[in-house]
């Protein structure tokens, strides 16, 4: 199993930035998926973007061009680079981890964008 602890969500005016950081520990292995999904009040919860331990990455349509995901594999942390924020950015957003044979979720940071 494996253990995510997320920070760096807050209260942010539109147009600002933010910076997400997830942790991971426990039984790491080395061919992984790392990614950040949120949920808005209401609604389901979706992928926001996700990086392999290769470096690969995708992204959601509404957010290519302002976030950018990354990652240390050295530290075992991912990163979201939030940028150009809008009011439906406004969510919890979660890391998860998945290999083979698990996926494992973070408790999640709120993020909330004022107009």
């Known amino acids: 199993q494996v253990q995510l602890v997320e920070s760096g969500g807050g209260l942010v005016q539109a147009g600002g930035s933010l910076r997400l950081s997830c942790a991971a520990s426990?039984?790491?292995?080395?061919?992984?998926?790392m990614g950040w999904h949120r949920q808005a009040p209401g609604k389901q919860r979706e992928l926001v973007a996700a990086?392999?331990?290769?470096?690969?990455?995708s992204y959601a349509d509404s957010v290519k061009g302002r976030f950018t995901i990354s990652r240390d594999n050295a530290k075992n942390t991912v990163y979201l680079q939030m940028n150009s924020l809008k009011p439906e950015d406004t969510a919890i957003y979660y890391c998860?981890?998945?290999?083979?044979?698990?996926?494992?979720w973070g408790q999640g940071t709120r993020v909330t964008v004022s107009s």
């Open positions: 426990g039984s790491i292995f080395s061919i992984n998926v």
């Open positions: 990086i392999t331990s290769g470096g690969n990455t």
């Open positions: 998860n981890y998945v290999s083979v044979g698990t996926t494992d």
